[in-house]
């Protein structure tokens, strides 16, 4: 164990050695971090500023502003001649033809429809033809 | 407006210092830079956050410098260095020409509480109330820690006693 190794320095000697450690000066430019706005005029503050904006808002922005300027630019078509249709009510009189008139009575039997009454089996063949010549042109025969 | 000059004022009158702590506590320029700004930028921010009945400006400066590199100091150190952790020195430390880096290692070596401690006390030149203030305890454990700083470092730095200087040459 060697004595040189063992010694502890005295509080002199401790702050001498501890002196000799040197921190490096601070930086200029930490004043412009901080106080960013004191040495600059406010008008190019204000043309220098910046506004971050997200990158899906700057595209549509950019396509809004782009389909703005098209639209704006280019050649007027020519107009077609507009047509008008107008819807009118128009009441039309109509002619009454005939008026059928059917009388239903209330007790009266139900009459069944003669093409379903009527069967095959009726059918009977006539006792004496006579048959009878109608003329054209003649209204009383 | 006031306001605004007064830290302007704090600015010029402190920055060096607390730049100096930040400095020696991470021994980073870039890193004790940063956390100058911070430190006044905080102080921007919010001004009411400094209460004068509380202690003094400068104290309370180096307590958000001591706050910004206790964070940094979490996240980059793994853990805690015991107090019975001893520094491993060469054999012949002689060679060592930048003894200003075998001092900085010395002190980095130490355990955080009493190197903050020691450096505000050593380098900064707070009295024991304000480091008291800084570090957020007693006048009674800042001496005690001091003085585990120093002894400490007694032995330590012991083999560089003529390297400085003090009583010869190399």
Not at chain 1, 30 to 53: C, E, G
Not at chain 2, 51 to 74: Q, S
């Amino acid at each position: 164990m060697e004595p040189f190794e063992k010694d502890e320095l005295s509080d002199a000697e401790l702050d001498h050695i501890l002196r000799s450690w040197s921190a490096p000066a601070a930086p200029a430019r930490i004043r412009a971090a901080v106080f960013p706005a004191s040495s600059t005029p406010w008008w190019k503050r204000f043309l220098t500023m910046s506004i971050p904006v997200p990158l899906p808002v700057a595209f549509c922005l950019a396509f809004l502003i782009a389909a703005g300027v098209w639209r704006w630019t280019r050649p007027v078509a020519p107009v077609a001649p507009q047509v008008l249709v107008k819807t009118q009510r128009v009441e039309v009189p109509v002619v009454q033809d005939r008026v059928v008139t059917k009388y239903v009575y209330r007790n009266a039997p139900v009459a069944q429809s003669a093409v379903h009454s009527v069967g095959f089996d009726e059918l009977r063949p006539v006792a004496e033809l006579r048959p009878r010549i109608i003329r054209n042109g003649n209204a009383k025969n | 407006m006031r306001a605004k000059v007064k830290i302007e004022d704090a600015f010029d009158r402190y920055h060096e210092a607390v730049f100096d702590f930040a400095y020696r506590l991470t021994r980073s320029s870039d890193l004790a830079e940063d956390i100058t700004q911070e430190c006044f930028l905080a102080l921007v921010r919010a001004p009411q956050r400094f209460d004068p009945e509380r202690g003094t400006l400068r104290a309370y400066l180096f307590a958000i410098v001591r706050n910004l590199a206790l964070k940094n100091y979490r996240d980059q150190r793994p853990a805690e260095p015991t107090e019975s952790h001893e520094l491993e020195l060469s054999a012949d430390p002689r060679p060592v020409l930048e003894i200003s880096s075998a001092v900085g290692d010395a002190v980095a070596e130490l355990p955080h509480l009493q190197q903050e401690a020691l450096i505000l006390f050593q380098y900064e030149g707070l009295a024991l109330e304000e480091i008291a203030q800084v570090l957020g305890t007693d006048v009674g454990t800042v001496k005690s820690r001091l003085h585990r700083a120093r002894e400490r470092l007694r032995r330590e730095l012991a083999p560089y006693r003529n390297v400085g200087g003090i009583h010869g040459t190399v």
